[in-house]
């Protein structure tokens, strides 16, 4: 561009009136020309327009359609998307709800049926205590009373067998047993 000023000015310098059109002056304005120029700018500007409006109008018409169609197509499979995924969206979540409310209700049944479990066992293991303990308790019962009378006996004999050592004979050992047993129940209902 720079050249072309350059060019220019030179051109202008050397021959002024060569730079401003021929010596008659520039052709375009002279009337002489007017008409064919109206012509031929009618013309051109004629066919310019018919060309524009019967080939590239429809040209450029279809393809904004094409590209309207296929943006209100996209906009349309999108929003069609848009639908499935929220819907699966909840569809998931209530997939996700429903398997919360299931898992609780198993864990309070189980826990339930645990704690049912727990105090049958409970009641079972403190049954069977108890049973031992009366069991225990007859024993206790019944090896004092056995007790108590072996005692007697041993300590009936051991009386006797003393008596024998210190007085030199027998003791009647019935008599012996009854003092000894009397003793013994005395003692008893002090310690009770």
Do not use: H
Request: charged share 30%; no cysteine.
């Amino acid at each position: 561009m720079k050249n072309f000023y350059i060019t220019l000015l030179f051109l202008v310098g050397f021959d002024v009136k060569l730079a401003f059109g021929a010596e008659k002056g520039m052709p375009q304005l002279n009337p002489e020309f007017w008409l064919s120029q109206i012509f031929w700018l009618t013309l051109i500007f004629v066919i310019l327009y018919i060309t524009i409006w019967k080939i590239f109008l429809p040209r450029i018409a279809v393809s904004i359609e094409n590209r309207k169609s296929r943006v209100v197509n996209d906009l349309n499979e999108a929003q069609k998307l848009k639908e499935n995924v929220e819907t699966k969206i909840k569809e998931y979540n209530k997939i996700i709800e429903e398997s919360k409310n299931e898992a609780r209700k198993i864990i309070e049944e189980n826990k339930k049926t645990l704690d049912k479990d727990i105090e049958n066992k409970k009641k079972k293991f403190y049954e069977e205590i108890e049973k031992e303990l009366l069991v225990v308790e007859k024993e206790i019962k019944n090896l004092k009373k056995t007790s108590i009378s072996n005692i007697n006996k041993i300590a009936g004999e051991i009386a006797g067998e003393m008596l024998k050592l210190i007085v030199g004979t027998t003791v009647n050992s019935s008599n012996l047993n009854a003092i000894v047993e009397d003793l013994s129940k005395k003692k008893l209902e002090k310690l009770q």
